[in-house]
């Protein structure tokens, strides 16, 4: 659930068409549309625009945005990936001392729908593990043949066997570290807990490592999450050196949401960690996190409570079973359906199993009103541990003032406290 806020941006509304615009096509359409913004002609630009596009992107805007910018530079090769009846491009550009990545979606009528322009932050790279840790790492997949998912093992070193854990990614496409912004704490956790005597396997998401996978397969929320998960549970329990009866699923955000389907999935994990996740259903969340954002002043009140009044109404309309119409955030209908059924509260009550709930007094995305409804609902129940750190963001890192998505651009590290917290709770269960 972590979304950076794009320079221009406008919903992507998947149309009711069979297929997409063939791929050169496609390739041509964002080459042209960027020669047009990069020379200054917005009118030509805005042409050829969607009108849901045109309304959502006014052409005031468009000129500031793209005018915020340094100068044209060079642009990469494109990447497409076909997203339902939508081609969505992905044009690497540099300009001036920074690079950004375009993310151009066109509909079936080979109109632009959506337009994201974000910043690509130069990232230090990953560090070696020390000669002297307690671990070491080693490259996995989680799955076989073309399918199959890159992962890593974080493994202390001895003989064990050791508790194990597999890490649960929030929203969109992420990698095995998570990356968000100058941020990857996944990558802090997973070495942090297996310096301390315990397993790690961690890996990329399937809309991250293969979003053309999609392509020929249905996306729900369990082929975009849980049957992933499941499967490196597998994996993990069948590697040298684990305790098969004290496997635990860590999830984040969305991870954390389907935590508790995951484990019944499974059937033989020992234990449930939900980090910043949330106690509504996930459709319920985004009205607020939209609302948060306009507080920012990024975009107008009026704008703001119009596109909720318009979120509002996509959502009851996905909820009529009849229902077949355009789609939700570049999503199906049956995409937001499945994701519809997930209740974390009644889920985490159904699952028997031992739980850790964190959360973050600082975290915008998943706020106090969350927390608030664990307590109210699940308050009593002796299988349920629930922590709240009030400094820590979404990511569980440390800040101060008025929280915002700025701040996931400075680099940190996931709290201490709440890493040993993580870790103590494992080693009673």
Known sequence: MKRLLPIVCAAFVATTATAQVAPERAKAISTTLLDHLDAGRFEQAEAMFSESMKTAVPLDKMKAAWGSMAGAGTRGDIRL????????????????????????????QGKVEGLFIQPQQARAPVQA???????????????SGADALPATLAMPKGTGPFPGV????GSGPQDRNETVGANRPFLDVARALADQGIAVLRYEKRSKAM?????SHPVTIDSETTDDAVMALAT??????????RLFVLGHS???????RIGQRDGQV????????????????LPEQMRFMGKTGKVPAEKTEENIRLLEA????????????????????DYWRSVDTVDPVKDTRASKLPVLLLHGGRDFQVSDTDWQLWQKNLRGDKRIEMKRYPTLNHLGITGTGEPNAAEYSAPGHVDAAMINDIVAWIKRH
Request: aromatic residues 6%.
């Open 81 to 108: 990936v076909q997203k339902n009846t939508s081609q969505i491009a992905l044009v690497p550009m540099h300009r001036g001392n920074q690079d950004w990545q375009a993310t151009v979606s066109i509909d079936a």
């Open 129 to 143: 593990v020390p000669a002297n840790a307690h671990f070491s790492e080693r490259e996995l997949t989680v799955g």
């Open 166 to 169: 597999v890490l649960v990614h």
């Open 211 to 215: 979003p053309e996978w999609y392509a």
């Open 236 to 245: 993990l329990r069948a590697q040298p050196g684990i305790d098969k009866k």
């Open 254 to 260: 969305q991870g954390a949401m389907l935590a508790p």
């Open 270 to 285: 020992a234990g449930l960690i939900q980090w910043s996740g949330p106690a509504r259903k996930l459709v319920e969340v």
């Open 314 to 333: 996509a959502i009851k309309m996905f909820r009529d079973p009849g229902y077949r119409g355009p789609s939700l955030m570049g999503q199906t209908a």
